[in-house]
């Protein structure tokens, strides 16, 4: 199977005994642990391992009701992790799951982020966005790199992760909301265009993911500081194996469910249709 | 070996083209495919009217097959339309715009309003084997049925060259292309997908395609692809035109579809396990077999089975 070029062959091995969930075609396994975040997050840990990098996900079926698409938001070889807004049918589906029912899981999929001889990076999360920078925040602690941290919700009740990521010991953690109702009041891009004013010449790169607003405004502010960018962005990935063409953004014509989800911010910024418009499952373009 | 092709008044810059269904919703896809090395483009089957499709898992693949019931889903003439016209600015290459219908009327309708677009050619899905439950049995079942259909499309075609795809799931189809060609199509395209297949979960003892069955494509199909465009071939005179779609993976399967009696060969699964550069990898590897085998122009490969069978006395059929 045709895997992303940054994906290819660079799996880490499982762990002696783990039981290894890479598949091309979706194998039900039985839900190790459930857990909520949040009123609207829930947590599903399933036993195995894919070899998943941060930023890559897999697609998760619901036998006989659904199969979408997830981001792995932890994979240590032997535990997956997912954490999901229970928002459409098939996820609110998913969070009324319980420890030992079966879930299939196909994957892992698509690119990853990568620390390559990054000394610092900046993980900015923003919204239902933070699910994978965990993993992501991981990823740079594990690699060397100094990590820095800025991570926002709506309101308090809407953040997820933040023990977790605290628990990484990042540089510096600066939590947003929209309301005030925890941290400082505003949003992850205020915070980060602070940073990077301050100290941009010694950051190497900035990972993200989040809203689509939210990625194009970073997306622009690391191009005018002249700092590099790794954005994780989302079509509908109806296959997630690169056959449908479903995910292929204009006008460069690139499948981000192949070519992406995390994208360089120079391949970012060539894609127009960011922020202005997404195609729906039929091919339609919809405003965002 | 001159790679290039004039089919029907069409220049082709090489043989391969997109097949119809994988990566066919995005003009600007189209385009990348083109710089990856495709002759031609073909976009996926094409409505009046949005259709919805089948619900996820539609498409699942191995490195031996893919089993797909995507269900034709397509946002209609208007979504085609944009996207027709995005390809045509990106790209010059030849544009087969490939529609479907649930009616005979409904194909004549249809074929009206697309070739106002100005595809190369239409292609006129009439054996998907994914939607009997939507649409009962596929057009391409029977002759008579795949007859009035192409009859429909003709009529209101004008003068875009018409190719008709055909099912492999029928006991002769040489005689539904026969059929076809003689109520006015230009041109065959074969194989739709082989089946329907079945695709069942082990734990969960459930189907894991939505539509419980789909159509097998991928490597496993190219004999019988092979088999059908010979036996086309051989039923229209070798005077028809193939588009011969079917497990095409490298150069080597391209040739032999050639020499089977195809004059363009699609790819369109390949893609999971080639990427993209499936395209310009089979042209390059078509390459150096043709130029190391003498061949000077690549129409020369077309039905050469056939030709080679009949100088020993032993022809195909």
Redesign the interface.
């Known amino acids: 199977?045709?895997r992303s070029p940054s994906a290819a062959g660079k799996h880490p091995a499982p762990v002696s005994g783990a039981i290894s969930l890479d598949s091309?075609?979706?194998?039900?396994?039985?839900i190790a642990e459930t857990r909520k975040l949040t009123e609207q997050v829930g947590l599903i840990r399933v036993a195995g391992t894919f070899g998943a990098k941060a930023g890559q996900f897999a697609?998760v079926?619901l036998?006989?009701l659904?199969?979408?698409p997830l981001s792995i938001a932890d994979d240590d070889g032997e535990h997956v992790t997912f954490a999901f807004f229970a928002v459409g049918e098939g996820t609110k589906a998913l969070a009324a799951l319980k420890k030992g029912d079966?879930i299939?899981l196909?994957g892992p999929f698509g690119t990853h982020y990568r620390c390559d001889e990054a000394k610092r990076v900046v993980v900015v999360a923003g919204g239902y966005g933070s699910a994978p920078m965990r993993f992501a925040a991981k990823t740079v602690v594990t690699a060397g790199a100094q990590l820095d941290v800025i991570v926002g919700a709506k309101t308090e009740a809407m953040l997820i992760f933040i023990e977790e990521l605290k628990a990484l010991k990042p540089a510096s953690m600066t939590i947003m909301t929209d309301d005030g109702s925890a941290g400082r009041k505003g949003f992850v891009t205020d915070a980060l265009e602070e940073l990077l004013v301050r100290e941009g010449k010694t950051i190497d790169w900035v990972f993200t993911c989040g809203p689509e607003k939210m990625l194009t405004g970073i997306s622009a502010m690391c191009h005018a500081h002249g700092v590099r960018a790794q954005l994780s962005t989302q079509r509908y990935f109806?296959?997630g194996?690169?056959?449908?063409?479903?995910c292929?953004?204009?006008?460069?014509?690139?499948?981000l469910c192949?070519e992406g989800p995390v994208l360089d911010n120079d391949t970012f910024r060539a894609v127009s249709e960011f922020g202005a418009y997404r195609?729906?499952?039929?091919?339609?373009?919809q405003n965002c | 070996m001159n790679l290039s092709r004039i089919l029907l008044g069409v220049t082709f810059a090489n043989p391969t083209v997109l097949a119809a269904g994988p990566m066919g919703i995005v003009g600007s896809g189209w385009a990348a495919i083109v710089r990856a090395g495709a002759g031609g483009i073909t976009t996926k089957s094409c409505w009046l009217e949005a259709h919805e499709g089948h619900p996820t898992p539609v498409a699942i693949s191995t490195p031996h097959w893919t089993l797909n019931a995507v269900g034709l889903s397509q946002g209609g003439f208007d979504a085609a339309k944009a996207e027709i016209e995005t390809f045509r600015a990106a790209s010059k290459a030849p544009l087969i715009c490939n529609i479907v219908a649930e009616s005979v009327d409904h194909f004549g309708e249809t074929a009206a309003r697309y070739v106002t677009l100005h595809p190369d050619f239409l292609e006129v899905n009439i054996s998907c084997p994914n939607v009997e439950s939507d649409f009962g049995k596929p057009f391409s079942s029977n002759a008579k049925d795949a007859a009035a259909v192409t009859h429909a499309v003709k009529a209101k075609s004008g003068k875009t060259p018409v190719f008709v795809k055909l099912s492999p799931n029928v006991p002769n189809i040489g005689e539904i292309a026969k059929a076809c060609v003689d109520s006015g199509a230009d041109g065959i395209t074969a194989i739709n997908t082989v089946g329907p297949g079945l695709a069942i979960d082990l734990k969960s003892r459930m189907p894991i395609l939505s539509n419980k069955v789909g159509g097998v494509s991928g490597r496993g199909i190219k004999p019988i692809a092979l088999k059908c465009v010979a036996d086309i071939y051989a039923a229209t005179g070798g005077k028809t035109p193939i588009i011969g779609v079917g497990g095409v993976t490298t150069g080597e399967d391209a040739m032999e579809m050639l020499l089977a009696g195809a004059s363009l060969v699609g790819i369109g699964t390949a893609i999971a396990e080639r990427g993209l550069d499936v395209f310009g990898k089979v042209v390059e590897e078509m390459q150096a077999w043709g130029d190391a085998e003498g061949v000077k122009d690549v129409s020369e490969l077309t039905g050469a089975m056939h030709r080679e069978l009949s100088s020993r006395g032993s022809p195909y059929a």
Do not use: A, Y
Not at chain 1, 241 to 246: F, I, R
């Open positions: 199977m045709k091309t075609i979706p194998k039900t396994h039985h697609m079926w036998p006989g659904d199969e979408f079966l299939g196909r109806k296959c194996n690169g056959m449908c063409g479903s292929v953004v204009d006008p460069i014509g690139i499948r192949q195609r729906d499952g039929l091919g339609r373009k």
